[in-house]
């Protein structure tokens, strides 16, 4: 029996979007525009890259090829081989542009309601809501409650929350409530109590996830998130490709942020770590440790969290490059008759104006020992993606995609 590898570049949409105007990102393109950048200079750094962006590998896959197909140019500096992957693009049809959307969908269940949001007011959270945690909690106060960047927001209040104890809590354009405190002076522990205060209050306002941002450091200069990260999401509206490899025998191995983004349905192993890098090595090691039948699923979360949202070109192009450079180590672990699927679950393009997620279509890179390049187009679903592996490990057809197999 085989196994399958899912790999979520978090936020590397390749543009082209059909409905992307109702979102207000008409001609958002995360990686066409970075390209551009980098291509006109833009997107050097002293010490970290300069020069066009250099995807030798995801390139010769078919990344660039795919892009192309999405948003109708060519990436600035991709290769242009005739690409060894299975390769395409898909567009989302859940509501939003947010991370549990986009992974559900991949993971063949599309999201069928519309979530929550707060407005984009200061205060955001409606009073109701907090006076309830106030009076649940016991705690002090809040402090922020408005939309914010999480490390700007942390420069901004952190010595505030230090001094009186008060959570700093913040929202985004995404369905989601944060709340930020320090781990050693509040507590990581009492900060995950309080999340889960949270996410039971904030059931009736359909809001997708609570997250738990724990940071250290004394000042505003040395204010660093750990990666002590935890969300608490919603469960899926019915059971995901992660339910359907468990209910077969095989296990889910999930890296980074997976097991929370599916409330930790379906998933029989997590692996943690905090960066790409280390991301990538517990993608390794749970590819290493994978039997027959079994799913390892990824999300390589800096592209989004430190790049994308930070509107950051130069650092989101090394990242990408960083990846690149890991690909033949992933196609080095792979055994035969594996499928590993390389996909994103939306955009967030750093040159386009604001700092949120940005409603994209996303790269599909199919490979494995004896797979060769094949253009299977537009797909009209992610959830295309979790059929495809579906089919691949023998598990019966769900409801929502097709396999392009």
Known sequence: MPRAILIVLDSVGIGGAPDAAAYGDAGADTLGHIAAACAAGRGDRAGLRAGPLALPHLGRLGLGAAAAQASGT???????????????????????????????????????????????????FPAALTDAILRETGLPGL??????????????????????????????ADSVFQIAAHETHFGLDRLYALCETVRRLCEPLRIGRVIARPFLGETAETFERTGNRRDYAVPPPEPTLLDRVVAAGGTTRAVGK????????????????????????????????????????????????????????????????????????IEAALRPGDLVVVTADHGCDPTWRGTDHTREQ????????????KDIGARNSFADIGETVAAHLGLAPGRHGRSFF
């Not at 939003?96 to 269940?109: F, L, M």
């Not at 939309?147 to 959570?167: C, N, V």
């Not at 991301?279 to 699923?297: K, P, Q, W, Y």
């Not at 996303?362 to 390049?373: E, K, R, S």
Request: charged content about 20%; glycine content about 12%.
């Open 74 to 124: 060519w990436p600035a500096g991709l290769p242009e081989p005739a690409p060894t992957a299975i390769f395409g693009h898909a567009a989302e049809i859940s509501n939003g542009k947010d991370t549990p959307s986009g992974h559900w969908e991949i993971a063949a269940v599309p999201v069928p309601f519309d979530w929550g949001y707060f407005p984009e007011t200061e205060p955001c």
């Open 362 to 373: 996303v790269p599909i890179l199919a490979f494995g020992p004896g797979l060769t390049g």
């Open 258 to 329: 997976i097991g929370d983004i599916f409330a930790h349905q379906g998933i029989g192993k997590l692996y943690k770590a905090a960066g790409n890098p280390a991301l990538t090595d517990a993608t390794l090691r749970a590819i290493a440790e994978a039997a027959n039948g079994d799913l390892v699923f990824s999300n390589l979360v800096d592209f989004d969290m430190l790049y994308g949202h930070r509107r950051d070109v130069a650092g989101y192009a090394a990242a990408l490059e960083a990846f690149d450079a890991r690909v033949p180590e």
């Open 143 to 172: 402090i922020g409650n408005k939309h914010a960047s999480g490390t700007t927001i942390l420069a901004e209040l952190g010595e505030e929350h230090i001094r009186t104890g008060k959570p700093i809590v913040y929202t985004s």
